[in-house]
């Protein structure tokens, strides 16, 4: 059982829009957590989708699951305070349906739609060979490492530099376990999966992604992925 668990619990207040969540502005009449999680729905690999949503909006969610067929989704749960809480209710909702035994959990951004099923089948392919799949992409330019107070104190090579995207994959007995482990510990706001499997000593495997699978989290952000979106379906065409 391969489950994409989807989180969209944030509000998106980088982002500066009015009315609704980033999650929920469209792009050629279609939100942005649409365009999300057709790539699951359209994906073999894929058998169930769980979408963790602010709870405010979990009606128009189940609205968007119905007006676009949707029909991999099988929960929509509130999303938490934190990423790292809208994660774990969305695990607790994929547990509850299908149990923690050989389950693999796709991890995903509801606001990271520039992936394509090929990073999902190869996502699934390292959590099968290696116990965990982190997509990444190279780093294009070179990152320093500062102290608190702004002073460089490491420049890592970009040869070994990446930079962690999404989805990020384990086995659910295995992720759910460290969440468990982390809220007893007092963690509530880890910034993602991998960094949360890595200050509990697991071993994590990389799968190398898209450069483009940028995540929309401001403006800039989101007229990138409008760009690339039009340059996506302009090349389908000149290809058809």
């Not at 609704?20 to 365009?35: A, D, N, R, S, Y």
């Amino acid at each position: 059982m391969n489950v994409g668990v989807i989180f969209a619990g944030g509000a998106g207040t980088r982002m500066n829009s009015r009315e609704k969540p980033k999650q929920f502005l469209e792009v050629h009449g279609k939100p942005i957590i649409v365009h999300t999680i057709e790539i699951f729905e359209r994906a073999k690999d894929i058998d169930a989708v769980v979408v963790a949503c602010i709870e405010g909006w979990i009606p128009y969610m189940e609205e968007l699951k119905y007006r676009y067929r949707l029909d991999k989704i099988r929960k929509i749960v509130p999303g938490g305070e934190t990423g790292q809480l809208s994660i774990y209710n969305g695990l607790c909702a994929a547990e509850s349906l299908f149990g923690a035994e050989d389950v693999i959990v796709l991890i995903h951004d509801g606001v990271r739609p520039l992936i394509n099923e090929e990073i999902l089948k190869s996502n699934i392919e390292s959590v099968k060979k290696y116990g965990s799949a982190i997509t990444c992409s190279a780093a294009k330019e070179t990152f320093v490492l500062v102290d608190d107070n702004e002073d460089v104190y490491e420049i890592p090579s970009r040869k070994h530099s990446r930079i962690a995207k999404a989805p990020q994959s384990f086995y659910l007995k295995d992720i759910i376990e460290v969440h468990r482990q982390a809220l007893k510990d007092g963690i509530t706001n880890s910034i993602d999966s991998c960094t949360l499997m890595h200050e509990y000593g697991k071993e994590l495997a990389v799968v190398d992604g898209p450069y483009e699978n940028i995540k929309i989290t401001t403006p800039d952000d989101f007229y990138m992925f409008r760009a690339l979106f039009d340059a996506r379906e302009n090349r389908q065409l000149a290809d058809g």
